[in-house]
Structures are given as structure tokens and as C-alpha cells.
Nanobody, 122 residues
């Protein structure tokens, strides 16, 4: 399956952006899907995960501000980002399947979107 992320842009602190990830095929059986981000000079980090049935997991630094969702009928996943901060500036990637592994850690699957740039100005 191929993933394509879109929706990034430039926004002022406190603003909102909505990212979308479109899959080339059905996501009904792909398992969990996730959003990762990578800031300049930093390692790629997990942001949020959504299971097939809609269960969600958020990293603490986005809890209460970001909302992950998926539409299995449309083969899409989204990330609504509110109250954006300059430290949210990064390239955002969608991933599948994002799975919970040993030790309660999430592991990225082999499918990645191409990344979309989010820039939050102060």
C-alpha cells in the first residue's frame, strides 16, 4: 500500500492545521496507523496512533491538542492539530501498520507517506 500525506503549511502559534493521509488501497486490514514527526536535527518521533476500530494513543506532548481519526471506508487517516506551538514544527509522516510491541512501545511499519511540512511561527 502507498501512503500520501498532505495538509501541512505555515501557521502562527495557537493556530490549527489538519493533516490527511490517503492510502492507495484498503486500510481495513492494515492494522494500526500512526503519525510521526521529525524536526531538523532530531530523530523521528511518534505523535499518535489509531487502531482499526478507532482506539487512540497520544504522546503526552500533543494530548488535548491533537486528534487522530481514520475513515476505513475512504482509506484515509487524519490528524487535527489545534493550539499549535513553535515546537510542533516538523515534517509529519503517516505510517502503517503502527503496532504495539513488547514493553508497551509502538513500532513503525514499513509503509510511510512522503511527509508534509508543518511550520509554526511564534
Amino acid at each position: 500500500v502507498q501512503l500520501q500525506a498532505s495538509g501541512g503549511g505555515v501557521v502562527q502559534a495557537g493556530g490549527s492545521l489538519s493533516l490527511s493521509c490517503a492510502a492507495s488501497g484498503s486500510i481495513n486490514n492494515i492494522g494500526g496507523m500512526g503519525w510521526y514527526r521529525q524536526a531538523p536535527g532530531q530523530q523521528r518521533e511518534l505523535v499518535a496512533v489509531i487502531g482499526t476500530a478507532g482506539s487512540t494513543y497520544y504522546k503526552d506532548f500533543v494530548k488535548g491538542r491533537f486528534t487522530i481519526s481514520r475513515d476505513n471506508a475512504k482509506n484515509t487517516m487524519s490528524l487535527q492539530m489545534n493550539s499549535l506551538k513553535p515546537e510542533d514544527t516538523a515534517v509529519y509522516y503517516c505510517n502503517a501498520p503502527t503496532a504495539l510491541g513488547p514493553g508497551g512501545r509502538y513500532y513503525a511499519g514499513p509503509y510511510w507517506g512522503q511527509g508534509t511540512q508543518v511550520t509554526v511561527s511564534s
